[in-house]
């Protein structure tokens, strides 16, 4: 089965700090992507990387960055974390290529970040 | 662009019984994926069932079944014989085909079961 570990489980940071959520996959998926889930929001699209160091701007990218230097690890960066960040933050990973399994979305258990 | 509808914010189902969660989409593409994805209070979303547009056939797992209504654009999911592990935040989602990597979410629909 695939493994997609969130180093944090729940973080609580200061407004203006520059916060790093880590993302690891551990069964050589291509894409990588990083979801900010609010409620009656469903899950929105901040980053997506399909290579190492490609990276694609998703729906609200505005606030974040991401970097992708290997290709197990996909990180997202806030550079000066805002109240209005405060969200829960999921990482996923997919193969590249056709086909139902190959496309289906697998999930870290998610970072819960408070911004203070 | 595409849109994906949950229009039941909440639902409850009795234990052992059954139950439809909604989904309906917006697209102008012959082709694509549908999944639901479920999300327990762990936080982790996993994957329950997924169809492909082009296959009339309802995708089925378990105790877990699709009605796939292409003309309509429905996707609903259906739970047979509940149980209490079944409460979750459900999630429909849209995948194209071909070309863009984006996956579509709805707002998701929260499943309580009832002992």
């Known amino acids: 089965d695939v493994k997609v570990t969130q180093s944090s489980r729940y973080l609580v940071k200061r407004t203006g700090e520059k916060v790093f959520l880590e993302c690891v996959q551990d069964m050589d998926h291509e894409n990588m992507f990083w979801y900010r889930q609010d409620p009656g929001l469903g899950l929105r699209l901040i980053y997506f990387s399909y290579d190492v160091k490609m990276k694609e701007k998703g729906d609200i990218p505005e606030g974040y960055s991401v970097s992708r230097e290997k290709k197990e690890r996909f990180s997202l960066i806030l550079e000066s974390a805002s109240t209005n960040q405060t969200s829960m933050y999921l990482c996923?990973?997919?193969?590249f290529g056709a086909g139902l399994r190959i496309l289906a979305l697998h999930f870290g258990n998610g970072t819960r970040l408070t911004v203070t | 662009a595409q849109t994906v509808t949950q229009s039941q914010p909440e639902m409850s189902v009795q234990e052992a019984e059954t139950v439809t969660l909604s989904c309906t989409y917006d697209?102008?593409?012959?082709?694509?994926?549908l999944f639901w994805y479920k999300q327990p209070p762990s936080r982790q979303m996993i994957l329950v069932i997924r169809?492909?547009?082009?296959?009339?056939q309802n995708a089925t797992e378990n105790r877990f079944s699709v009605n796939f209504q292409k003309a309509a654009k429905s996707f609903s999911l259906k739970i047979s014989d509940s149980q209490l592990g079944d409460a979750a935040m459900y999630f429909c989602a849209y995948r194209s085909y071909t070309g863009t990597y984006k996956y579509i979410f709805g707002t998701g629909t929260r499943l309580k079961v009832l002992a």
């Open positions: 996923a990973s997919s193969l």
């Open positions: 697209t102008s593409e012959s082709d694509y994926y």
């Open positions: 169809q492909e547009a082009y296959k009339q």
